[in-house]
């Protein structure tokens, strides 16, 4: 049982379809409706026109280290940007704006200023900032009515801004200059001291220098320091010729041959080498066209050979010298080692004692010297740059003047409301299909009132006395007809059956009259019976007196033969209701009624009683209780579901047999559920009366 419930209540897209198909009268109209307030809305709208220009911000921070001498950006910072973004849109920068382009004139009526915070507001709601995302780029974007205007804004913008940066830049330079010019002064003192106290322990040691500018050694330093070179010279000399030795020693005559070319820099080996390889190439040539012992073959090879022989010589040469270069390199770097021995063990022994304050003095002095010519260079470098400063924002685009608005966007502004539109009316027919309770399909009707439909009927559908045998509605009763038969109770084909609804105009009075007229004209013995005392239509539709009818026979007034009329309808009948007298209690006493529907169910194969609304009056519970079964008629989407339960409940409680629910009054149009139905009906007829049309004129002739 679950299972099937949540079948039931699984919802489909055709389902939400249906919803906007059935309610697109709605949708179209709340559309509509958007659609021209938005068009109408953005035709009254200023119009309104940008000018952009754009603006490269770079970091310019002012750090006076004068031991880095580098001045590199600082590269891509997404905080500096942020903050710039800000200061744009700051007061500061804003008003200088409104001053120099004089708004608040301009902005003023009548030749009236407007106030410096009022014309801030205005134009701070005219600016669109905006920073490109990895980039040190900002876009300043001016809205405005007039485009020249805009135009001048974007452009006085960037200006006042990149000339705040520049002040700024330049107060803080000059701060810092200040600064580092005390600071070289202070320095200067402490270079002279420290001259002074070398000059002061070079004189009380009579240490002799020889002053080079920057700084001073003595005589016995400057020649361990010039041993200490050559010594270093000769070693590294010494070792090339070692490694370049041992490597060509090591090597075969074959290896020395292929890498002669990196190995010598002799140009007879060169000269050689590339007269080999010539010999080679007219060999390879003279071998493709004669044998080994060719006259012009052998002479050639013997010319290999004999300049092979002589290159090797000359590499055994080579190998003879680079081993001699070697021995006197080694014999050099030994004689120097030695003598560097020497001199440093004298040095060490009597100037130890002697030069180290000097050399302290002297080591504090150059330190002093360097700190000294550090800040006199970057106070010097800064001076340059302060008189020609490096801008720290660049102008890459400047504004021009638009000639197209940017708002209002016609075709924007329509798209927009179409979807607006759409959204709308689709979400307010849903709303509605939501609040409507009615009951819209047969899914319905067997979710809710839990019995199975016999028919569906569209819309339009007049009594079948008016429209036809071959009508296209006829099928729909037929089909009503037949599944009286097929019910899940197996209900009773024949007998008395009555055709009621819940709420009053549901067409059960239409359904009873075709449902009888379908009977007949399949060759049943039918009795229609119109029990809506109240309000009885049937007599109408046929066309007949309502003078005696059932009042007068529940009242014993005359027999039931004697009310029954003839219809023009082969095997149709007819018991009018009657003239209901002012006092009508007891009219409908249930013993005569069920001594009448017994009398009438032996005389007719099927007897259809039209009763009013179940909902609101008593006769149709007198009536039902006497039937073999029930029809509901249930029309769509009219009363709330409620109601339709309701009258269901009642029957449940009257034990009367329900034979099934004739959904009515069906728009076929509006919802494609029951789209193929009336098209298999419509088709159906289509082409029996095409296969009908012989039989019935030869019919017509007869008669």
């Given at each position: 049982m679950s299972e099937n419930q949540t079948k039931e209540t699984t919802l489909h897209f055709l389902d939400y379809w249906r919803v906007i198909r059935s309610r697109k009268e709605i949708v179209l109209a709340v559309l509509f409706l958007v659609v021209i307030t938005g068009t109408v809305y953005t035709f009254t709208l200023?119009?309104?026109?940008?000018?952009?220009?754009?603006?490269?911000?770079?970091?310019?921070?002012?750090?006076?280290?004068?031991?880095?001498?580098?001045?590199?950006?600082?590269?891509?910072?997404?905080?500096?940007?942020?903050?710039?973004?800000?200061?744009?849109?700051?007061?500061?920068?804003?008003?200088?704006?409104?001053?120099?382009?004089?708004?608040?004139?301009?902005?003023?009526?009548?030749?009236?200023?407007?106030?410096?915070?009022?014309?801030?507001?205005i134009l701070f709601s005219s600016l669109d900032i905006n920073q490109f995302r990895d980039t040190s780029l900002i876009s300043l974007r001016a809205r405005r009515e007039n485009p020249k205007e805009a135009m001048r804004i974007a452009n006085e913008l960037a200006d006042v801004y990149r000339d705040q940066r520049?002040?700024?830049?330049?107060?803080?330079?000059?701060?810092?200059?200040?600064?580092?010019?005390?600071?070289?002064?202070?320095?200067?003192?402490?270079?002279?001291?420290?001259?002074?106290?070398?000059?002061?322990?070079?004189?009380?040691?009579?240490?002799?220098v020889f002053s080079e500018g920057v700084g001073a050694s003595s005589v016995e330093k400057m020649r361990l320091q010039q041993l200490e070179g050559d010594r270093i010279a000769a070693r590294v000399d010494m070792l090339v010729q070692k490694a370049r030795y041992e490597q060509l020693d090591a090597m075969s005559n074959e290896d020395l041959l292929t890498a002669s070319a990196y190995l010598a820099e002799d140009q007879f080996v060169e000269v050689m080498r590339s007269e080999i390889k010539n010999l080679d190439v007219q060999l390879s040539s003279l071998l493709q066209n004669y044998g080994e012992n060719h006259p012009e073959v052998k002479e050639a090879s013997a010319a290999r050979e004999e300049l092979l022989e002589k290159l090797t010589q000359a590499l055994e040469g080579i190998k003879k010298g680079v081993r001699a270069q070697y021995i006197i390199s080694k014999a050099k770097f030994d004689a120097l080692e030695e003598e560097l021995r020497g001199v440093r063990t004298g040095e060490q022994e009597s100037q130890r004692d002697r030069f180290l304050p000097f050399n302290k003095a002297q080591r504090e002095l150059e330190m002093q010297r360097s700190i000294m010519n550090a800040l006199q260079s970057r106070l010097a470098q800064e001076g340059i740059t302060l008189k020609v400063p490096r801008t720290p924002v660049e102008i890459v685009d400047s504004a021009e003047e638009s000639t197209r608005p940017v708002s209002p966007n016609l075709i924007m502004n329509m798209l927009l409301s179409i979807f607006v539109g759409l959204g709308s009316g689709v979400g307010l027919a849903y709303f509605i299909e939501y609040l409507d309770t009615s009951i819209k399909t047969a899914d319905d009707v067997e979710r809710w009132i839990d019995l199975p439909v016999l028919g569906l009927i569209p819309q339009k559908v007049r009594?079948?006395?008016?429209?036809?045998?071959d009508s296209d509605h006829a099928e729909g009763y037929r089909v009503l007809r037949t599944n009286m038969s097929f019910t899940?109770?197996?209900?009773?084909?024949?007998?008395?059956?009555?055709?009621l609804s819940g709420g009053a105009g549901e067409g059960k009075s239409t359904t009873a009259f075709n449902l009888a007229y379908v009977c007949a004209q399949q060759g049943e013995k039918v009795l229609l019976v119109d029990a809506d005392l109240r309000r009885p239509v049937q007599h109408t539709i046929l066309g007949v007196s309502n003078r005696f009818g059932l009042?007068?026979?529940?009242?014993?007034?005359?027999?039931?033969?004697?009310?029954?009329?003839?219809?023009?309808?082969?095997?149709?009948?007819?018991?009018?209701?009657?003239?209901?007298?002012?006092?009508?209690?007891?009219?409908?006493?249930?013993?005569?009624?069920?001594e009448l529907v017994n009398s009438l169910k032996s005389k007719y194969d099927v007897v259809i009683f039209d009763t009013p609304p179940l909902v609101g009056t008593s006769d149709s519970a007198v009536l039902?209780?006497?039937?073999?079964?029930?029809?509901?008629?249930?029309?769509?989407?009219?009363?709330?579901?409620?109601?339709?339960?309701?009258?269901?409940?009642?029957?449940?409680?009257?034990?009367?047999?329900?034979?099934?629910?004739?959904?009515?009054?069906?728009?076929?149009?509006?919802?494609?559920?029951?789209?193929?139905?009336?098209?298999?009906?419509?088709?159906?007829?289509?082409?029996?009366?095409?296969?009908?049309?012989?039989?019935?004129?030869?019919?017509?002739?007869?008669?």
């Amino acid at each position: 049982m679950s299972e099937n419930q949540t079948k039931e209540t699984t919802l489909h897209f055709l389902d939400y379809w249906r919803v906007i198909r059935s309610r697109k009268e709605i949708v179209l109209a709340v559309l509509f409706l958007v659609v021209i307030t938005g068009t109408v809305y953005t035709f009254t709208l200023p119009k309104i026109y940008a000018s952009e220009a754009r603006i490269e911000v770079n970091s310019d921070n002012v750090e006076l280290d004068p031991f880095n001498m580098s001045r590199g950006g600082s590269g891509y910072d997404p905080f500096f940007l942020r903050t710039q973004y800000e200061i744009i849109k700051s007061k500061p920068i804003l008003y200088e704006v409104i001053n120099r382009l004089n708004l608040q004139e301009v902005w003023g009526k009548k030749g009236e200023k407007i106030p410096k915070e009022t014309a801030y507001k205005i134009l701070f709601s005219s600016l669109d900032i905006n920073q490109f995302r990895d980039t040190s780029l900002i876009s300043l974007r001016a809205r405005r009515e007039n485009p020249k205007e805009a135009m001048r804004i974007a452009n006085e913008l960037a200006d006042v801004y990149r000339d705040q940066r520049l002040d700024m830049k330049y107060k803080e330079m000059t701060r810092a200059l200040d600064a580092l010019r005390r600071e070289l002064e202070n320095q200067q003192e402490k270079v002279s001291a420290a001259e002074q106290q070398v000059e002061d322990i070079r004189e009380e040691l009579d240490i002799t220098v020889f002053s080079e500018g920057v700084g001073a050694s003595s005589v016995e330093k400057m020649r361990l320091q010039q041993l200490e070179g050559d010594r270093i010279a000769a070693r590294v000399d010494m070792l090339v010729q070692k490694a370049r030795y041992e490597q060509l020693d090591a090597m075969s005559n074959e290896d020395l041959l292929t890498a002669s070319a990196y190995l010598a820099e002799d140009q007879f080996v060169e000269v050689m080498r590339s007269e080999i390889k010539n010999l080679d190439v007219q060999l390879s040539s003279l071998l493709q066209n004669y044998g080994e012992n060719h006259p012009e073959v052998k002479e050639a090879s013997a010319a290999r050979e004999e300049l092979l022989e002589k290159l090797t010589q000359a590499l055994e040469g080579i190998k003879k010298g680079v081993r001699a270069q070697y021995i006197i390199s080694k014999a050099k770097f030994d004689a120097l080692e030695e003598e560097l021995r020497g001199v440093r063990t004298g040095e060490q022994e009597s100037q130890r004692d002697r030069f180290l304050p000097f050399n302290k003095a002297q080591r504090e002095l150059e330190m002093q010297r360097s700190i000294m010519n550090a800040l006199q260079s970057r106070l010097a470098q800064e001076g340059i740059t302060l008189k020609v400063p490096r801008t720290p924002v660049e102008i890459v685009d400047s504004a021009e003047e638009s000639t197209r608005p940017v708002s209002p966007n016609l075709i924007m502004n329509m798209l927009l409301s179409i979807f607006v539109g759409l959204g709308s009316g689709v979400g307010l027919a849903y709303f509605i299909e939501y609040l409507d309770t009615s009951i819209k399909t047969a899914d319905d009707v067997e979710r809710w009132i839990d019995l199975p439909v016999l028919g569906l009927i569209p819309q339009k559908v007049r009594p079948l006395i008016e429209e036809g045998p071959d009508s296209d509605h006829a099928e729909g009763y037929r089909v009503l007809r037949t599944n009286m038969s097929f019910t899940d109770g197996g209900g009773p084909a024949k007998g008395a059956f009555a055709v009621l609804s819940g709420g009053a105009g549901e067409g059960k009075s239409t359904t009873a009259f075709n449902l009888a007229y379908v009977c007949a004209q399949q060759g049943e013995k039918v009795l229609l019976v119109d029990a809506d005392l109240r309000r009885p239509v049937q007599h109408t539709i046929l066309g007949v007196s309502n003078r005696f009818g059932l009042t007068n026979v529940l009242l014993r007034d005359v027999p039931v033969e004697e009310t029954i009329k003839t219809t023009s309808v082969p095997n149709l009948h007819f018991l009018p209701s009657g003239r209901l007298p002012r006092a009508s209690l007891g009219v409908l006493d249930p013993k005569r009624i069920g001594e009448l529907v017994n009398s009438l169910k032996s005389k007719y194969d099927v007897v259809i009683f039209d009763t009013p609304p179940l909902v609101g009056t008593s006769d149709s519970a007198v009536l039902a209780k006497e039937m073999d079964g029930v029809i509901l008629v249930v029309q769509y989407r009219k009363y709330p579901r409620d109601m339709i339960i309701r009258a269901k409940q009642m029957l449940d409680t009257l034990g009367v047999p329900q034979v099934g629910v004739v959904l009515n009054n069906i728009n076929i149009m509006r919802d494609d559920y029951y789209y193929y139905y009336h098209s298999y009906y419509s088709n159906y007829y289509y082409y029996r009366s095409e296969e009908s049309e012989p039989a019935a004129s030869a019919g017509n002739q007869s008669v």
